[in-house]
């Protein structure tokens, strides 16, 4: 059975750092792609980063390039999400998702439960 176990979140203060994981289970990382989306009250679900199936390239959303860094860990089978320079845009809940296809998409077939992220000033 494929799980996903997000976790990491918390209240922090403007310009601080938080690192999200996603802990996998029932496949290995590296043979689907994992994906980081967020969603805040009243907004849509947005994607956030994404590491394909094979782990050699990474994607970000235009908001987050250059300040979050998605990264995979084949012994511990996780995949971390290292969130900088946070501002209050960035409060939401975050999710991890993954897929056997090539690419992350907002339907993939597994979720994990999601974690809290709050960042105020």
């Known amino acids: 059975e494929v799980q996903l176990q997000a976790s990491g979140g918390g209240s922090v203060q403007t310009g601080r750092s938080l690192r999200l994981s996603c802990a996998a289970s029932?496949?290995?990382?590296?043979?689907?792609?994992i994906g980081w989306f967020r969603q805040a009250p009243g907004k849509e679900r947005e994607g956030v980063a994404c590491i394909p199936t094979g782990g050699i390239s990474t994607y970000y959303g235009g908001s987050v390039k250059g300040r979050f860094t998605i990264s995979s860990d084949s012994a511990k089978n996780t995949v971390y999400l290292q969130m900088n320079n946070l501002t209050a845009e960035d409060t939401a809940v975050y999710f991890c998702a993954a897929d056997r296809g090539l690419r992350c998409y907002p339907g993939m077939r597994y979720w994990g439960q999601g974690t809290q992220v709050t960042v105020s000033s």
């Open positions: 029932g496949f290995t990382v590296g043979t689907h792609a």
